[in-house]
């Protein structure tokens, strides 16, 4: 459904209408997830865990966030008009112009540096930046190249939980690798089932990213597969070097054959609903882990 025109609407309509617009560029659902990450890292690097800093490495992070996705969205705006899934969006709607959304996300991105360098450290901030760029002007413009655009989106999708970690302790540690390495192999399975379902409004956009060839078969769903795997070894890591303990292992375990076991239904049928299925599933995986973890840790 289209939204009404801005140009028949006053007053305190105009104005709902304009606040609706800027809170769908934040993707919020989206960046609450990455706020999520960020805190679930902080509270499992923290022996004693400081409330304000976490609430505002949370904002900072949503805000970090919601600046990036609004950013990639002024980017594509007009790839965004030829896809059925994002024509709705704010821009290609015009219920936002190109100036209102650069001067929006622009003030997200002052503030949500400006909150984590008072509230965390330089080397938070430093790769907080990082991950902005990598996702805006590397992975989004990479989205028209090839499937490499899924390994280097996968960098700043799995920095949240690293940045946690060193907002708490001011230092890359190898458990903030830990949990960044699981978060970024989870990318791959992620990545590639959501562009298998929305693989014919990709291609009117010209985005290629499934791996390898590009196309939505066997060789596609056995990468899949693989990537799954790896999340079996790297689920018990935390385990194995003593950062949580069993009760999470054998919960992430759990998750993640059950992940596993979907990818074997997309390589037997090569189908849109089990590639769904890989989608929904990996919604799940990666919060219910997240979850076990600080659980098992607290």
Not at 11 to 37: D, E, H
Request: glycine content about 6%; charged content about 10%; overall charge positive.
């Amino acid at each position: 459904m289209v939204a009404q025109p801005f140009d028949s609407l006053t007053g305190t309509a105009l104005i709902a209408a304009k606040a609706r617009a800027y809170g769908q560029m934040l993707k919020p659902r989206l960046s609450l997830l990455v706020a999520f990450s960020c805190a679930f890292g902080f509270v499992l690097a923290s022996s004693n865990t400081n409330l304000v800093t976490l609430t505002m490495l949370f904002i900072g992070g949503f805000l970090l966030s919601g600046a990036s996705v609004a950013i990639n969205q002024i980017m594509e705006k007009d790839f965004d008009k030829v896809m059925s899934r994002t024509m709705n969006r704010p821009m290609p709607t015009e219920r936002l112009t190109f100036r209102e959304a650069v001067v929006f996300s622009i003030m997200c991105t002052i503030l949500s540096i400006a909150i984590l360098a008072a509230y965390t450290n330089p080397l938070t901030v430093g790769l907080s930046v990082l991950s902005m760029i990598l996702y805006c002007f590397a992975y989004t413009p990479l989205k028209r190249i090839g499937s490499i655009a899924v390994f280097v989106g996968a960098i700043p999708g799995a920095l949240p939980p690293l940045l946690g970690w060193v907002a708490a302790t001011g230092r890359i540690s190898y458990e903030a690798l830990l949990i960044f390495g699981i978060q970024f192999i989870w990318q791959f399975p992620h990545f590639w089932a959501i562009a298998w379902v929305a693989d014919e409004d990709y291609k009117k956009a010209g985005f290629k990213l499934l791996p390898l060839a590009g196309q939505k078969d066997l060789n596609t769903a056995i990468q899949i597969m693989i990537y799954t795997l790896f999340l079996l070894p790297l689920g018990l890591l935390p385990a194995v070097f003593g950062l949580t303990g069993i009760h999470s292992a054998f919960i992430v375990t759990i998750c993640g054959v059950l992940f596993l076991a979907q990818t074997f239904s997309l390589m037997k049928t090569v189908s849109r609903e089990s590639a769904k299925r890989i989608m929904f599933g990996s919604f799940l995986y990666l919060p219910i882990v997240q979850i076990a973890l600080l659980l098992d840790k607290l």
